[in-house]
């Protein structure tokens, strides 16, 4: 018959032994848990994205028929730009590296200031009274769209950026490094974005004052 220490030393054992299990199991699924958060936020703030370029073309055909002196093909050039670039974040798996994070920003800043300065110039010309002018009507539905998709790129940006963060320090504080270096999450890190990069629709639009 086993000693009472014996039976109290083995009970002892197995509950720790669970104990060990339940943690590294729920460190390993937390992590794998957060990365799935971060595609889901990653693909949510590409398809905002997407919307967006998918507005340029109804800009471009309301320059044609306006008189402003913007360039089609700049803004033409700028928004194939940003759609092959966009493409290549979509198409990674992984961790986007920062290099093609930084072509996405830049890609996407000069969007953002290709359509700002069509918004801008358009608005100028609303409600005159010729045909080569553009409808308020006309306006206030493509302005509207933009508007919706910036605050969208806005929201979803800070979301995809808390993810990251979130991921990025449990690799590296206790209990969640013991877990990261045991199955290789300590490896993974990933980009942030720029918070300035999709600021929201009144502040990205706002008429610069002289």
Known sequence: MLEPWLKFTGICSVVMAIIVFCVIFGGYSSFVRSQN????SKSLLTDACQKRLDIVPELVEII???RIKTSIPSINQTAQKAAIILK???????????ALIKD???SQTQLTFHIKQTLSQLEALVDKNSSQYVSSQQFSALK?????TQDNLFVIQKRYNKEVAYFNLRTKVFPGFLIAKLFGFNKIHYTSISKDLFLPAQKTFAPVTS
Not at 37 to 40: K, L, N, V, W, Y
Not at 88 to 98: M, P
Request: hydrophobic share 40%.
């Open 88 to 98: 290549q974040v979509i198409a990674h798996e992984s961790a986007v590296e920062n």
């Open 144 to 148: 509207k769209q933009v508007d919706t």
């Open 64 to 66: 044609k028929t306006s």
């Open 37 to 40: 958060r971060i595609e889901a």
């Open 104 to 106: 996405f920003e830049l």
